[in-house]
């Protein structure tokens, strides 16, 4: 199993450029959410999905959108990018575990916008 | 407002000692809470996890604690060493599916 995977590891944009940041997963989970990591802030999840057609807002959702048409893939896309978006973007996926998830974390984007 | 505390400061610790990582919250009621570890350059990796009705919870050399009246969620890493030194990091789930994560602690073993 490859895990969670993430593309690109870096990236650089311009302020009002739109990307998607791609995510994939090989486990059959179910649910598979985005967060971002900024200095000091810890993890904020950005969105989430319970499963393929479901996706919900998390704490910080101003300025990206997401859709989960496959079980494996969740991607995220940034429509007009802003320098306040800088940051390190991680995908996560897990599985109910008796009504618990255990988050695997992919190994992250690097992005920064000028 | 809701508020997931660890400590910001490193955590400096002798190899071979035990190491207590703390984690507090306010305004959750958690169904259970997570840590994780966090190498540089690298995403979390899921360690733990302990259910709001489980005092203690046991894996190999760690050990979590939650009390639920205190708020408070204590982990512990007996006869720490040098490969220990990471990042850790505490979450909690809200009853939603929605995670909220406190910022981490740095933890320094040294030999």
């Known amino acids: 199993n490859a895990g969670v995977t993430q593309t690109p590891k870096f990236q650089v944009l311009k302020t009002g450029q739109s990307m998607t940041l791609q995510c994939a997963q090989d486990?059959?989970?179910?649910?598979m959410s985005w967060y971002r990591q900024d200095p000091g802030m810890g993890l904020r999840l950005i969105h989430y999905?319970?499963?393929?057609?479901?996706?919900d807002q998390g704490e910080v959702p101003n300025g990206y959108n997401v859709s989960r048409s496959t079980t494996e893939d969740f991607p995220l896309r940034l429509l007009s990018a802003a320098p306040s978006q800088t940051s390190v973007y991680f995908c996560?996926?897990?599985?109910?575990?008796?009504?618990?998830?255990?988050?695997?974390f992919g190994p992250g984007t690097r992005l920064t916008v000028t | 407002s809701q508020k997931i505390e660890q400590n910001s400061e490193a955590l400096n610790i002798q190899e071979g000692k035990t190491a207590t990582l703390t984690c507090n919250y306010t305004?959750?009621?958690?169904?259970?809470l997570q840590w994780y570890r966090q190498d540089p350059g690298r995403g979390p990796v899921f360690l733990l996890l302990?259910?709001?009705?489980?005092k203690e919870k046991r894996k190999e050399r760690l050990k979590v604690t939650f009390d639920t009246t205190l708020k408070q969620s204590l982990f512990h890493i007996t006869a720490s060493q040098p490969a220990d030194s990471a990042t850790y990091l505490c979450?909690?789930?809200?009853?939603?599916?929605?995670?909220?994560f406190g910022s981490g602690t740095k933890l320094n073993v040294k030999p």
């Open positions: 996560a996926s897990s599985y109910s575990r008796e009504g618990a998830y255990e988050q695997y």
């Open positions: 486990m059959n989970h179910e649910y």
């Open positions: 999905s319970v499963g393929a057609g479901i996706t």
């Open positions: 305004n959750y009621s958690p169904a259970y």
């Open positions: 302990i259910r709001e009705n489980e």
């Open positions: 979450a909690l789930d809200n009853n939603f599916n929605k995670f909220y």
